[in-house]
């Protein structure tokens, strides 16, 4: 059993001390209403303080003590002076909203966070250089106030873009909120009254009944069948009874205490509020949670690595050519203006958008598939993430109750527990079957909702309890093949008086009027053995005889029941009994109240056992994560035996992994005996979690690949996340209540449950998955997986441009030759033909081995390493250089200018007032011929690059596979290179632009000379990637696989 630390000294370390109640000092347990501060002068809770378990004694004192500690009364309630001085001093009775960041900063920090501050440096860098030209020369070149401005234009259209596709994530989470109940029904000062459940305050006498939702912690005084779901806050699926009884030290176990936001499934109860908004154990949950930190994501690390790298890449270059202008004789200002141009030529301008085009492409993607991303850059955490601590009701199984098996003529038969798929093994004619399926259908108060006829029966909403409403599918489908309904049956047995199940007796009996005859049939359920000890005979094989002397029957039975238990199975036990028409004639008094039918002496017919099943296609998922390296720790709230069963079912224990629990029982030790490190897998209970240290807790992660965290309270959850992010983990936790909120917080990526989860889950996630089902997530780790390939393929394809954009430059200024590439055709790649080729890549489908290799080590797998800047700029980009100056070279020459008359030319080029350079045959060049001549080259240079783009794109498409084997398949990418070229075309051949952008038509064959060195990039690259493949893990896999 989880234990729970003390309540009190938890509140006095969030808050100021307290004073003497009622000239008495407050009991060391408890909290005391006079002990709190002013409300608006509370200490902000520390983490550390928040993260301790919960102890309270208001379920252990006696009333008197409880009344005098609140000042309240049982019968009467709060007085209204007396609530009018706690209300004042308690405040309203509601949860302190989390704080949210504003939108003007949201907006902000798109605008000026990560990639897109390396493009304000170079935008605010061109206005510079251009100042510092605009101060030399009398007319000025404008290409750097161009760049700087379409570098403005593209970080806040990006930014905008970005904003907009997180805050249509928003205004779906706004949807979700709908935390705290409306109204409650109140008695203060003997008098009923319906008021807004905020005004409730500790002391207040409060009504609940089934279908509400429970406004504040509360004391049961007095209950009638009361039964509240506590999922939200412990995992349970099934209905928790609750009586006015302390039944157990733990507060979340005990049957006497209620919790604020949790659900009264059916009766009614009288109760004293004890804890109020923030201060409730939801509250203290919800308020952990808000005071978490979020770390910085894995895509937003590896942006950062990738802008430190170009950012050091471009200032080297620039450092290094800036001292190489000063010893080549250039003035101080011309060698600031280059030091400037070639840090600004560093910067890819279209990255950007086309890192937050893939992103929103597979965050579409994913919604399709039923996960919400409520963060971009958490499209790829999913895809790192190593381990993914589940929650187990609702995400792997069903959250729905279902009959799994029976046992009757002393065998365990399957029922069916998936819809739409028969696995019923049991037949209805066997007479004992026809027996068992007829008691559990009168002996039930659970029906169907209306109107759902046209539904799969085991898909049906219910009214009543869980057990119930799992008896009621599992008979209708059996009724249903023999041509009736439970309906019917129940219309031909007449019930005539019922005994509701209750906890001490633990079973439910009631009578009914058999059909065609005079004569009563008493039918009962409850637990098994208080059923069979109730039984003098049995039913076995249709006939009935004494129950056997011996204990044989009874060791059959109790093997049946251990092994169901043992399945994580709960388990119920059926009998019914014919009574003697002359005792019991029809119009018979029948009195619940003093029992005047019998209740012994009963006839036992089999047991019937419930569990809520997986989901389908959980075991497939569970199974390809484990292939894909990535660890599945189930963590619950859940008791360790149905934990265990489930986690063995769906695959989170492996059929060949035993526990120290197997092991003893396999070796018939005590278990103390057994070496739980030499098991592969644990089942932790949550006490056992308490009393370990943090090492303990490392060790365990370390030693067991297969863990299931059962009775887990919300900050073991959290404790427990935090370990295995100390082991170096990229941790994803899945979860639906409020109890699963620190933890969803802490986490890498949170996924909450959008069916079944709460507000406060939703809040704290990164990820919700809009049909709850764990096999989403694995759909989910692909696509985080493929996008995180996928970017590496379009950083590749467009840093690779890079090279051949930035060597004319420095050429021009080593070289002193005529500048071969201008700012603004260098703006048409990047913005222009280089855009869709790049985002095409987020469209190239998965290798073959995405799912079948180990998840990325953070600190070596990066986005951007050395070896992707070695191939994209030391391999391809300097062969897609070489095609451009083969063409810029072969434009000069067929126009005069031999390679070896333009070395040092730069100079007489540029001079306005020279009219008459000569080229290498003495014609004379005026300066407006010569500047044709060299936008021609800057137009024929750009084409080039086009062309060898063709190839680049083709070579991105895989990192390892052959093209061959990929195939020509994405038809976003085709249509990219076809649009590119047709770009290029449009630009050189279109009218007036070779005024407005200074981009000059070519002669048809100034195209060819680039094609070689694109086939070249194709070969080279296939050999390349031959040699990865035949030899993995050699030197060219060291060197070039990135």
């Known amino acids: 059993m989880v234990q729970v630390e003390d309540y009190n000294e938890a509140q006095e370390n969030c808050h100021e001390p307290q004073s003497v109640i009622n000239g008495r000092p407050p009991s060391k347990e408890g909290v005391s209403p006079d002990k709190e501060k002013d409300g608006k002068d509370k200490k902000k809770e520390d983490v550390d303080d928040l993260k301790k378990e919960l102890d309270m004694d208001w379920h252990r004192i006696s009333w008197e003590e409880l009344c005098t500690r609140l000042d309240t009364d049982i019968k009467t309630g709060l007085t209204q002076e007396k609530y009018e001085e706690v209300f004042a001093r308690e405040g309203p009775n509601r949860l302190t909203p989390p704080k949210t960041t504003p939108e003007w900063i949201k907006f902000c920090k798109q605008l000026f966070g990560g990639f897109a501050t390396l493009l304000w440096i170079g935008a605010i860098l061109c206005f510079i250089a251009y100042g510092i030209q605009v101060s030399k020369y009398v007319d000025p070149p404008e290409d750097n106030v161009y760049l700087g401005a379409v570098l403005t234009f593209v970080v806040v259209v990006t930014g905008i873009f970005a904003y907009y596709q997180e805050a249509k994530s928003a205004a779906i989470m706004e949807s979700f909120k709908k935390m705290v109940p409306q109204t409650a029904s109140v008695i203060r000062g003997g008098k009923r009254s319906a008021v807004d459940a905020e005004t409730l305050t500790i002391g207040d006498l409060i009504e609940v009944?089934?279908?509400?939702?429970?406004?504040?912690?509360?004391?049961?005084?007095?209950?009638?069948?009361?039964?509240?779901?506590?999922?939200?806050?412990?995992?349970?699926?099934?209905?928790?009874?609750?009586?006015?009884?302390?039944?157990d030290d733990n507060p979340i176990e005990t049957k006497n205490l209620a919790f604020f936001s949790t659900n009264a499934v059916e009766g009614t109860a009288l109760a004293v509020v004890i804890s109020c908004g923030d201060k409730t154990v939801m509250g203290r949950i919800a308020s952990l949670a808000s005071s978490l930190g979020s770390d910085q994501t894995p895509i937003a690390i590896e942006i950062e690595h990738f802008i430190h790298?170009?950012?050091?890449v471009a200032v080297f270059l620039g450092v290094t050519f800036f001292i190489l202008a000063f010893i080549l004789g250039y003035e101080p200002i011309e060698a600031v203006v280059f030091l400037i141009g070639i840090i600004v030529a560093n910067v890819p301008e279209g990255l950007l958008a086309t890192v937050t085009v893939c992103l929103t492409l597979t965050a579409k993607r994913m919604a399709k598939k039923n996960c919400l991303v409520k963060n971009l850059e958490a499209v790829e955490t999913l895809g790192s993430t190593s381990t993914i601590c589940s929650d187990k009701t609702g995400t792997l199984t069903q959250n729905r109750m279902t009959v799994a098996h029976v046992w009757y003529d002393e065998k365990i038969l399957k029922g069916d527990t998936v819809p739409g798929k028969k696995d019923r093994e049991f037949d209805t004619k066997a007479p004992t079957c026809a027996a068992l399926i007829r008691i559990a259908s009168l002996c039930n108060r659970a029906v169907f909702l209306a109107g759902q006829d046209d539904t799969e029966i085991l898909q049906r909403?219910?009214?009543?309890?869980?057990?119930?409403?799992?008896?009621?599918?599992?008979?209708?489908?059996?009724?249903?093949d023999e041509g009736t309904n439970t309906e019917e049956v129940r219309k031909n047995h007449k019930k005539v008086i019922e005994i509701p199940f209750n906890s001490t007796n633990k079973y439910q009996v009631s009578v009914h009027e058999m059909p065609d005859k005079e004569q009563h049939l008493l039918v009962m359920k409850g637990a098994p053995e208080r059923i069979l000890d109730r039984c003098s005979s049995i039913l076995l094989n249709g006939e009935v005889i004494d129950m056997p002397a011996d204990s044989e029957y009874r060791a059959k039975f109790n093997s049946a029941y251990m092994e169901l238990g043992g399945m994580g199975e709960r388990v119920l036990g059926f009998c019914h009994s014919f009574l003697d028409t002359k005792e019991y004639p029809m119009g018979y008094a029948f009195n619940n109240e003093e029992v005047n039918f019998p209740l012994e002496n009963l006839t036992f017919v089999g047991l019937m056992a419930m569990i809520d099943p997986p989901r389908a296609n959980v075991p497939e998922a569970v199974a390809k994560c484990k292939s894909a390296g990535i660890k599945v720790i189930m963590v619950t709230g859940d008791h360790p035996i149905t934990a265990a069963a489930i986690a063995k079912n769906v695959g989170i224990i492996s059929d060949d992994s035993k526990t120290v629990d197997d092991v003893a029982k396999d070796m018939g030790i005590p278990v103390e005996e057994v070496d739980p490190n030499q098991v592969n897998a644990a089942v932790v209970h949550g006490s056992k979690l308490k009393e370990m240290t943090a090492e303990d807790l490392d060790c365990l992660l370390e030693n067991h690949q297969e863990i299931v965290f059962a009775r887990t309270s919300p900050q073991q959850k959290l404790i427990i996340v935090e370990a295995f992010q100390r082991a170096g983990q990229i941790v994803a936790v899945t979860g639906d209540g409020v109890n699963d909120s620190p933890a969803l917080k802490k986490a890498?990526?949170?996924?909450?449950?959008?069916?079944?989860?709460?507000?406060?889950?939703?809040?704290?996630?990164?990820?919700?998955?809009?049909?709850?089902n764990f096999a989403s997530i694995v759909t989910g780790v692909e696509e985080g997986r493929l996008i995180f390939d996928n970017l590496k393929k379009s950083i590749a394809y467009t840093l690779t441009s890079n090279i051949p954009e930035i060597s004319p430059f420095l050429f021009f200024i080593v070289l002193s030759i005529p500048l071969p590439l201008g700012t603004v055709t260098i703006l048409f790649i990047d913005l222009g033909t280089d855009l869709w080729p790049a985002i095409s890549l987020a469209y190239e489908k998965a290798e073959s081995d995405i799912m079948m290799r180990l998840p990325r080590d953070p600190q070596k797998d990066r986005l951007v390493n050395e070896r992707l800047i070695s191939v994209s700029y030391g391999q391809i980009g300097m062969i897609q250089a070489s095609a451009g100056f083969f063409v810029y070279?072969?434009?000069?020459?067929?126009?005069?200018?031999?390679?070896?008359?333009?070395?040092?030319?730069?100079?007489?080029?540029?001079?306005?007032?020279?009219?008459?350079?000569?080229?290498?045959?003495?014609?004379?060049?005026?300066?407006?011929?010569?500047?044709?001549?060299?936008?021609?080259?800057?137009?024929?240079?750009?084409?080039?690059?086009?062309?060898?783009?063709?190839?680049?794109?083709?070579?991105?498409?895989?990192?390892?596979?052959?093209?061959?084997?990929?195939?020509?398949?994405?038809?976003?990418?085709?249509?990219?290179?076809?649009?590119?070229?047709?770009?290029a075309a449009f630009m050189c051949y279109t009218p007036g632009l070779d005024k407005a952008l200074r981009v000059y038509p070519l002669r048809f064959w100034w195209w060819l000379p680039a094609l070689p060195f694109s086939f070249t990039i194709w070969v080279y690259d296939e050999c390349r990637r031959y040699l990865l493949r035949k030899y993995p893990g050699g030197w060219v896999e060291k060197e070039t696989y990135y």
Not at 233 to 240: I, M, R, V
Not at 309 to 312: A, E, N, R, T
Not at 962 to 983: D, H, K, Y
Request: proline share 2%; charged share 25%.
């Open 889 to 983: 070279f072969v434009i000069m020459a067929e126009n005069g200018f031999r390679p070896s008359k333009l070395l040092g030319l730069r100079k007489d080029w540029d001079d306005l007032n020279n009219q008459a350079v000569e080229d290498s045959y003495g014609q004379q060049w005026s300066y407006a011929d010569r500047k044709v001549l060299e936008y021609t080259c800057h137009s024929a240079f750009f084409v080039s690059i086009v062309i060898v783009q063709w190839a680049d794109v083709i070579i991105c498409k895989t990192r390892k596979l052959s093209v061959f084997t990929q195939g020509m398949n994405n038809w976003v990418l085709n249509t990219g290179i076809l649009f590119e070229t047709a770009l």
């Open 309 to 312: 790298i170009i950012s050091g």
């Open 209 to 247: 009944k089934g279908g509400d939702k429970l406004p504040a912690d509360i004391r049961i005084v007095s209950c009638s069948s009361f039964k509240v779901d506590n999922s939200s806050l412990t995992g349970e699926s099934e209905p928790q009874s609750r009586g006015k009884e302390c039944t």
């Open 748 to 772: 890498d990526i949170g996924i909450a449950m959008g069916i079944a989860g709460s507000d406060v889950s939703k809040e704290a996630a990164d990820m919700i998955l809009l049909d709850d």
């Open 461 to 480: 909403n219910c009214q009543g309890d869980a057990s119930e409403s799992a008896l009621l599918k599992a008979v209708e489908i059996a009724w249903k």
